[in-house]
């Protein structure tokens, strides 16, 4: 695990250099492999316009938008109701839907994208976004993954969105209207949970109790308007709160 907490914290240092496409690609193909899968794909979808960074096979995802499987494809149509971390493929069942969803998952298993994790992110207005790590093993232990390493990923997830969001879509840096003003002690609880703490160890190293760091962290995704913790950390990087 602490290999895996290291890879994290190298990743979160990256990934707020990211300037362009090719670099967020990089960055993220780097802790899709240091995580054990090999492959990775980001897909932003906002009415028309479709944003893919991804280290997909090129003529997959030139098939992929040239007969409109993002339409299609079974697990976006997943990430856009749910709301955590979920995974497919593997040693599971045979996928659920219409023959032709079915016919979509076998083709995407000859260009090696056979099994991986998602972690849905929803946006207002009818947007969303998922973020996957893919394998083409045949056997692959994603129970034990996801448990294992859930928060983690799903980090992941929210970081790489958020930075892409700001740096490639021209989403602003800049804080919400008045009232939205996070407190220092809220900054501090959200940096520390955005680097993997737990409660616990937010609480030794503020200096304050496990209640009032729950508190803070409470105070700031309601000022955020955030449905979770992790994407009220995703949401003050994106608007630049945090350092």
Same mark, same amino acid.
């Given at each position: 695990m602490r290999e895996v907490e290291s890879a994290f914290d190298e990743f979160v240092d990256a990934v707020q250099?990211?300037?362009?496409?090719? !670099?967020? #690609? *990089?960055?993220?193909? =780097?802790?899709?492999?240091? +995580?054990?899968?090999?492959?990775?794909?980001?897909l932003s979808l906002a009415g028309d316009a479709v944003t893919?960074?991804?280290s997909y096979p090129k003529p997959?995802?030139?098939?992929?938008?040239?007969?409109?499987?993002?339409?299609?494809?079974?697990?976006?149509?997943?990430? !856009?109701? #749910? *709301?955590?971390?979920? =995974?497919?493929?593997?040693? +599971?069942?045979?996928?659920?839907?219409?023959r032709?969803?079915?016919r979509f998952f076998d083709e995407a298993v000859t260009?090696?994208?056979?099994?991986?994790?998602?972690?849905?992110?929803?946006?207002?207005?009818?947007r969303m976004a998922a973020f996957t790590l893919a394998t083409s093993d045949r056997v692959v232990d994603l129970d034990r993954l996801a448990e294992e390493w859930k928060d983690i990923v799903q980090l992941i997830g929210l970081y790489f969105h958020a930075h892409v969001a700001a740096r490639l879509d021209g989403s602003p840096l800049t804080q919400g209207p008045g009232g939205n003003e996070l407190t220092q002690r809220e900054r501090q609880c959200l940096t520390w949970t955005g680097k993997g703490k737990a409660v616990a160890d937010i609480a030794v190293l503020v200096g304050i109790a496990p209640r009032t760091v729950v508190f803070h962290l409470n105070n700031a995704r309601r000022k955020l308007g955030a449905a979770s913790i992790a994407q009220c950390v995703a949401e003050a990087l994106r608007r630049g709160l945090l350092s």
């Open positions: 250099t990211a300037r362009d496409a090719d !670099s967020f #690609e *990089r960055i993220a193909e =780097r802790i899709a492999r240091k +995580l054990g899968f090999q492959r990775f794909a980001y893919l960074i991804s997959w995802t030139s098939r992929y938008f040239d007969l409109g499987y993002q339409r299609l494809d079974p697990v976006v149509r997943r990430a !856009s109701i #749910e *709301r955590g971390l979920f =995974r497919w493929g593997g040693t +599971l069942a045979a996928p659920d839907g219409n032709e969803q079915r260009f090696g994208i056979r099994s991986g994790v998602t972690v849905p992110i929803r946006g207002g207005y009818g």
